[in-house]
């Protein structure tokens, strides 16, 4: 299995198996699998949905399709060394595509934020997808107020482009739209 080791985290991408195990059992049996210490993760309502919505209409569907490059498709588990548990997630929304454009996001959980795992995640993940020769530009979108991830994103060398407007849970979100040009 890939993992990607930063100076306080461990990248771990989870393939079809995990994220069934997440989906069928929950994340407490997922992560005993993956030997990590429990850990009850404190993540808002919003994100919460839109993890369970990730997990089940995209992770698992898409790395069933691409179990060879899963790791593109898929949420990378932030595992807190020192702990051995887990303190978040992130992921791309798959291979870049014929413009050499991807998506990424990220999440931490509520106990372990302001700390700069975020930052470290980010730019370890992005280490490592800058070795896809087609990868040129990554994008990202944040709520509008949500001034820690928009930090999170400037310190991984991101720019704001435009600003959007998203529903979300029958709710309209406006967004912030970042890019990162690698090439």
């Known amino acids: 299995m890939i993992e990607i080791y930063s100076e306080r985290l461990r990248l771990i ?27 009850d993760w404190n993540i808002d309502e919003f994100y919460l949905a839109e993890t369970q919505d990730a ?10 399709q691409n179990p060879a490059d899963f790791f593109w498709y898929t949420n990378w588990e932030i595992v807190l060394v ?8 992130i992921g ?3 291979f870049p595509d014929q ?9 931490i959980d509520g ?15 992005i ?8 990868l040129k530009t990554i994008i990202a979108d944040t709520p509008f107020f949500n ?3 928009q930090n999170v994103l400037k310190k991984a060398g991101f720019r704001e482009f435009s600003i959007s407007e998203t529903e979300h849970i029958n709710q309209k979100i406006q967004l912030k739209n970042w890019k990162l040009s690698l090439r």
């Open 127 to 134: 280490d490592w997808a800058k070795l896809e020769p087609s």
């Open 111 to 125: 106990n372990h934020r302001e700390q700069g795992y975020a930052t470290e995640a980010l730019t370890c993940l």
């Open 13 to 39: 991408p989870l393939d079809n198996l995990l994220l069934n195990i997440w989906n069928t059992q929950g994340r407490t049996d997922m992560t005993a699998k993956l030997g990590f210490n429990a850990c």
């Open 147 to 149: 001034f820690p991830s």
């Open 82 to 89: 020192s702990e051995n548990t887990s303190v978040g997630g």
């Open 99 to 107: 413009d050499g454009v991807t998506m990424v996001g990220y999440f």
């Open 55 to 64: 997990l089940q209409n995209f992770w698992l569907p898409m790395t069933e």
């Open 92 to 94: 791309f929304a798959g």
